[in-house]
């Protein structure tokens, strides 16, 4: 076989199957996806499906703490976890461009499996698709993610009121500030390192230990912290407040944003849960969370506030000054996951 | 809003926000999409779902008798129907090229909207990501579904066995031709049109008819018959004779393929369904299949046979002679779907 992707490799003939057979499915063995069915068959306990689905462009494919593959999993995999549900099942769906070297494929393909046996999930479909050089930008991964219900979870915005503490579980803007980096070819890069991992054992943590006192759960993906507390303001019709001096930020992380010009509450993180738990229940939560190896730093960051006029998000600054948190408007970072 | 898609589109922020609040979310309207969670909430009445997915990269992205929203949908759907499912819900996934007109993308939301109501399936979660101009090829769509069992179905290779009757639902290499006509921009392409459509009705009236008489069902996308019936083949192995004289082909189609140098047996359908079916229903089977208005033109086109040595797909030609039907190898037509 060559050692570069060809357009044949997408065709749905032998060369596909010669793909298929020896570089994808052995890598992720198991039955269901071994009945190479048009469908995978899953079994479901529970008669509520909790369904996702996102794609990955991130630029470069390769960076300090992860890879295109790693993302891939973890990203579907804690959309299922965030929205209170245990992960059973995904797809993976490749878009290659044509000349990609199979060695840089089996190396995502690798970084696949190990990020699915880390979050126990099964890969159980997928497919394969070859574009012509130009067409694409060397990979593209879609997953779509099927869990289902976690036991005790029960969350929506609804459920969200004024009084309830925000708990994030780590560091901010690890991910974005490191892709970023990577890609200006910046001397601090070694420093920065892509948080890209499960957040299985924090959302259970918080969900096991306090019930329906977790209101909810969102990952702070792109569009940073500043994206997911508007959209919880928004959605939940409440104010919030957050405190500067709290927020957990590497040092290294607040350099590369401060040099860069960005906010790192606007950057991307691929590990992290922004929490919305009962006020009583907050300080419970907090030791839940920082009792696992995933949230071990985790922190109380703000309040949710009785609504005065439109929906807003206020951080408090080191000094007491107020600054409006707004929604990014978007352009901060392209391809960042 | 611009008229173009910018980066900031797919950044997570306001501007992500409003092409989905206004471009997309509207155009799907159902409280599951509405509710905007990480994971979509479905409700699966039994303990096994069924789940699939597909990446669409056609090229052009309209064509005569459909388009790339309308394929995402009908592919993904129609896996499903051949696995013996009823389509539940799909995810739509967007990765879209900076620069793309948004009056394009909207004509393929439409067209997607449209095919879901057609399949009815609710498109229940989604992502839209943008990527550079040069780094993908206008628009590339990603599709998951999730389904349940369709009574009385019983399909796997498994139950193939000698003597069961081979039905097609129609005319074959009609998307392939079609595609490949746009593109090379030929004189005939006006009398070629796409099957692009959903098989629910042919799969439906089949199992209803026959229930576990219908050993196993199959859309013969890339790589076309040529390639499901070597599948079939060798998963379940067995030998495979099939007539020329009964294909139904439709002239134009020939007329092209020959022109072009294809075998029809190799091109892509996007609206077919081959079945097998034990040789005491495929009479009934074929009659109800031919009730359909998408199995008007169903067809018994041959014989599953004792395998003697390796599995192998015969073609029984006008003259009576044999000629081997192999898989083919894949360089035939890429960015089919």
Same mark, same amino acid.
Do not use: W
């Given at each position: ?32 996806? /071994? ?9 479901? /306990? ?7 689905? +996102? ?23 804690? #959309? ?22 199979? +060695?840089?494929? #089996? ?29 694409? +930008? ?52 070694? +420093? ?48 919030? /407040? ?27 993180? /691929? ?67």
């Amino acid at each position: 076989m060559s050692k570069k992707i060809m357009l044949a490799h997408g065709g749905g003939g032998r060369l596909s199957a010669e793909l298929i057979d020896k570089h994808i499915v052995p890598r992720f063995a198991n039955p269901i996806l /071994e009945a190479m069915g048009d469908s995978a068959k899953i079994q479901i /306990e529970d008669k509520v499906a909790f369904f996702t689905t +996102d794609s990955y462009v991130v630029k470069p494919l390769f960076f300090n703490g992860g890879d295109i593959g790693k993302l891939a999993v973890y990203g579907t995999v804690n #959309d299922l976890l965030v929205a209170g549900a245990n992960p059973i099942a995904i797809s993976l769906s490749l878009i290659i461009e044509e000349g990609l070297e199979m +060695d840089v494929l #089996d190396k995502i393909l690798d970084s696949v499996a190990i990020a699915a046996k880390d979050a126990g999930v099964k890969i159980v479909c997928g497919d394969t698709k070859t574009v012509d050089a130009g067409s694409a +930008d060397e990979i593209f991964i879609n997953t779509a993610g099927v869990g289902e219900k976690m036991a005790g979870a029960e969350l929506s915005f609804d459920r969200i009121c004024p009084g309830d503490k925000i708990i994030v579980s780590g560091s901010l803007g690890d991910h974005g500030m490191t892709i970023m980096s990577h890609r200006e070819g910046m001397k601090f890069e070694s +420093d920065l390192k892509s948080d890209c991992a499960s957040v299985a054992s924090v959302c259970k943590a918080a969900v096991e230990t306090c019930g329906a006192d977790v209101k909810f759960m969102r990952d702070p993906t792109r569009g940073g912290a500043a994206t997911t507390l508007n959209e919880i303001s928004v959605s939940a019709s409440v104010d919030i /407040e957050i405190e500067e001096a709290v927020l957990p930020i590497k040092d290294s992380v607040q350099a590369a944003a401060d040099m860069l010009g960005f906010d790192v509450l606007e950057i991307a993180n /691929e590990g992290k849960v922004v929490i919305v738990v009962s006020a009583d229940k907050a300080a419970k939560c907090l030791e839940a969370c920082r009792a696992t190896q995933a949230g071990a730093e985790s922190a109380i960051i703000g309040t949710i506030c009785e609504k005065n006029d439109e929906p807003i998000v206020e951080l408090i600054t080191r000094i007491g000054g107020r600054r409006v948190v707004q929604m990014p408007y978007g352009r901060e970072l392209p391809r960042i996951c």
